[in-house]
């Protein structure tokens, strides 16, 4: 996985992998590291090294900021580990992986709420570049259509690949009530015979009044999609 690709990192079992496999027992162990075209995802062993997911996410966190510069960001704002000077009333036999521990958990905590808005900014940019997908409809045959998000982040409008600015469809954001993956709508639900095969690669953004159906080329790209999604407004399925 290349680094410059890595979009995100989301704390738990947040991807669509996760979803199909989730287990609540695990979830203070599991995160993902969410790339352009796929999702790594992982849990620490329990015990000694489930301690340290926490540093991961942080180390990986500061990776892929290194590797996505913002404007207007200070160099003190990299993550690093502070330093902690011994003491000379400090007794000596504390071990240093303890202090390192703490150090981290930390630089965690403060580091979260600046993740929270670098990581909605990243999932912002994601969405309103927009990408193609396969939109079934209630008629006629299935259509590639290119779907985005609109500057202010208010609304998702979906046009033929290269068409008019202002698309052919849109839905306001304020209507989605979740994010499903599969077969799950009753729109897909009625044309399953024919999707059953594709199911992996079918996910439904659900709003108050329609849902909007799309195929993904891959279950990969299907999966990171869904993360998206879900993660714009926190969004869940």
């Not at 000596?92 to 390192?100: C, G, L, M, R, Y």
């Not at 193609?132 to 609109?150: A, D, E, I, T, Y």
Request: proline share 5%; hydrophobic share 35%.
């Amino acid at each position: 996985m290349d680094v410059a690709s890595i979009q995100d990192i989301v704390v738990g079992q947040r991807t669509a992998v996760f979803e199909r496999l989730r287990d609540e027992r695990v979830d203070h162990l599991c995160f993902s590291v969410v790339a352009l075209d796929r999702t790594l995802d992982l849990q620490c062993l329990p015990g000694h090294m489930g301690c340290y997911r926490h540093q991961w996410v942080a180390a990986l966190q500061a990776l892929i900021g290194s590797s996505h510069p913002k404007p207007n960001v200070a160099s003190e704002d990299v993550l690093r580990v502070p330093e902690h000077p011994k003491s000379p009333s400090s007794p000596s036999s504390i071990p240093q992986s303890v202090v390192n521990e703490a150090s981290f958990r930390q630089q965690a905590q403060e580091e979260e709420e600046k993740q929270r808005i670098q990581k909605r900014e990243r999932n912002l940019q994601a969405i309103q570049q927009g990408g193609l997908f396969v939109k079934h409809g209630r008629h006629g045959q299935p259509h590639l259509r290119r779907v985005w998000l609109s500057e202010d982040g208010a609304t998702l409008h979906w046009s033929e690949p290269g068409g008019r600015p202002k698309g052919i469809g849109h839905l306001p954001i304020r209507e989605i009530t979740g994010i499903t993956d599969g077969i799950q709508t009753h729109l897909l639900k009625s044309k399953r015979r024919k999707l059953v095969e594709k199911e992996r690669l079918l996910f439904s953004i659900v709003g108050s009044s329609r849902t909007l159906d799309l195929e993904c080329e891959t279950e990969e790209m299907r999966d990171m999609w869904v993360v998206r999604f879900r993660q714009l407004g926190d969004i869940q399925s």
